[in-house]
């Protein structure tokens, strides 16, 4: 059974950081591409972050040099290091993995496993 499991969340202020992990079980971890989206509330889920088996990054615009995606082949997770909150950062926030090679990691629909999500709410 292939699960994605967030770990992390929390209430903090602006300007605060917060490293979330998403452990996972029951995959080939390194020849999966893995990748983060968040969800406000009254919103679409949006991208976030994505790492290639191959350690390459993607960000999205609203987060580049804010957030910091990576991961840890050996123990099968990936992270994201979120520093500099604010209160527009605050949503569910979920990791997903990627089989395919060739696919945008921005793209939803380029994720066959997702995780629960974690609640990240950034207070003013």
């Known amino acids: 059974q292939v699960q994605l499991v967030e770990s992390g969340g929390g209430l903090v202020q602006a300007g605060d950081s917060l ?3 998403c452990t996972t079980s029951g995959l080939t971890f390194s020849s999966y591409a893995m990748g983060w989206f968040r969800q406000a509330p009254g919103k679409e889920r949006e991208f976030v972050a994505a790492i290639n088996w191959s350690g390459s990054t993607y960000y999205a615009d609203s987060v580049k ?8 082949n050996a ?9 500099v909150l604010k209160p527009e950062d605050t949503a569910i926030y979920y990791c997903a ?9 921005a793209q939803i629909s380029s994720y066959g496993y ?3 999500g974690t609640q990240v709410t950034v207070s003013s």
């Open 19 to 21: 490293r979330l992990s």
């Open 75 to 83: 123990k099968n997770t990936v992270y994201l290091q979120m520093n």
């Open 97 to 105: 993995a990627s089989p395919r090679r060739g696919s945008s990691l």
């Open 114 to 116: 997702w995780g629960q």
């Open 65 to 72: 040099g804010q957030f910091t995606i990576s991961r840890d």
